[in-house]
């Protein structure tokens, strides 16, 4: 039976880059993966081109029950090294806003080139492989799955759990690294669906079914925290990147508070109307700060003309546009989720290496720890970082 000094099981972000820095420090690699092709997730990021990271990353951009757990594996491997590495690859990227970096052509020739890396450094990959278990022996680990006819074996001096969250089951998510971590009694978070859509309840989808796809520029805040970005309304609730943003803060049950104009007191501006011209209709002025079909939509409910309606109709207006309260039901889950929230807890894995502090050679990269970024490319450079760390020490 062959023998590998390395086994990681998941060929995503974290588990390729891990892969390929063992694999420059000499190590024999054994990569194994279900799906047919590594880096699916890579493949369909940020629109076909990879928001493969972000400039202004750092530990504040990340939620965890010990968001300071990041900052070691992110001072190992930052932004600047993987840009390193797209340059001498002649892959050329731009920056689209606030820090965030895309591929200029396409997703693919970023796992293109960590396959390039793997081949060059030896890496064995392995696809379509349905691993059935994995099991601890006198020095090292038994990874068990399902070939033809019987169940293979095979086995190696460390294992690295690189299987990412439950997000997006259709492309491969499984959760299969948090099976492993209980396994050896390490601890997990509670998990649940982040950067993900918000839903309302029946008659709010039907009252806002006629404004489905108006996007408007929002800062929508969930208790201390707030995200100015791009709203979408959808046919089932909320989306765009606020919305996506806040979910990964918001609990259910709670409220979020909306404004839909930032920058515009909309009650100081209604009155100073009014004062000018009291013949036109709040749905006019409305036009002027809001999407059209939003204006209209928000103006159905307050008809009249500025001169018919005193300071405290105004004022109802001007808090339904700069002060929207808003309780969502849910959220569209993991069905469409970006990122699992949650995941293997941080107190039992070493900061520096990714090692489990119980148990020696066991690691966990990626987004199976407890680790998560906001939207705008601080996953991936969380999955690289990881995996590279662990990559300089198995
Ligand atoms: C639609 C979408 C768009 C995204 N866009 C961005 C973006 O632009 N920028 C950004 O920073 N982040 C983005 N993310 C998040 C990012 O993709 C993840 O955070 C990142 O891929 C995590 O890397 P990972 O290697 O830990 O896990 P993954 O990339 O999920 O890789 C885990 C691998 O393990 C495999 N696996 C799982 N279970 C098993 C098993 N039992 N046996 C064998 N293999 C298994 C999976 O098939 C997968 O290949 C996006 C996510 C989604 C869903």
């Not at 420090?25 to 629109?47: D, P, Q, Y």
């Not at 750092?58 to 600047?80: D, G, R, T, V």
């Not at 948090?178 to 309840?201: D, S």
Request: aromatic share 8%.
């Amino acid at each position: 039976m062959k023998q590998y000094d390395v086994i990681i099981i998941g060929a995503g972000a974290a588990g390729m880059m891990c892969a390929i820095e063992a694999g420059k420090r000499g190590r024999s690699v054994l990569l194994l993966e279900h799906n047919r092709n590594a880096g699916e997730k890579i493949r369909i990021s940020g629109g076909g081109r990879c928001n493969f990271t972000n400039l202004n990353t750092s530990y504040k951009n990340y939620l965890s029950a010990n968001p300071k757990f990041a900052i070691s594996a992110l001072s190992q491997f930052s932004p600047q090294d993987f840009i390193d590495l797209l340059e001498y690859y002649k892959i050329t990227w731009h920056e689209k806003a606030k820090g965030a970096l895309f591929c200029d052509e396409e997703a693919w020739q970023i796992i293109d080139m960590l396959k390039n890396e793997m081949d060059r450094v030896g890496v064995h990959l392995r696809t379509q492989t349905e691993i059935v278990g994995v099991e601890k022996i006198a020095d090292g680990f038994n990874v068990n799955w399902q070939g033809r006819e019987s169940v293979q074996s095979i086995s190696a001096s460390c294992l690295v759990v690189a299987c990412g969250g439950k997000s997006i089951p259709k492309m491969g998510a499984t959760g299969f690294g948090y099976k492993i971590a209980e396994q050896f009694g390490l601890r997990l978070t509670e998990t649940r669906a982040g950067l993900v859509p918000l839903t309302f309840e029946p008659s709010l989808k039907e009252q806002m079914s006629e404004i489905s796809g108006v996007s408007v520029d929002v800062k929508v805040t969930c208790g201390k925290i707030s995200f100015d970005e791009a709203m979408l309304f959808t046919h089932r609730g909320l989306s765009g990147p606020a919305i996506l943003q806040i979910s990964s803060y918001w609990r259910e049950g709670e409220e979020l508070l909306i404004n839909l104009a930032p920058d515009i007191d909309v009650f100081a501006k209604l009155k100073e109307e009014r004062a000018k011209n009291g013949k036109r209709e709040i749905s006019t002025i409305l036009a002027q700060i809001l999407p059209k079909r939003l204006a209209q939509q928000i103006g159905n409910q307050f008809e009249g003309r500025l001169a018919d309606v005193g300071d405290k109709i105004l004022q109802k207006v001007g808090e339904r546009v700069n002060a929207w309260r808003i309780k969502p039901t849910g959220s569209e889950g993991y069905r469409t989720a970006e990122v699992t929230l949650g995941g293997v807890d941080t107190r039992d894995i070493n900061a520096k290496t990714l090692e489990a502090k119980e148990i020696a050679g066991l690691y966990f990269i990626g987004e199976a720890v407890d680790v998560t970024g906001w939207l705008g490319g601080y996953n991936f450079q969380w999955a690289w970082s990881s995996g590279y760390s662990a990559g300089q020490v198995i």
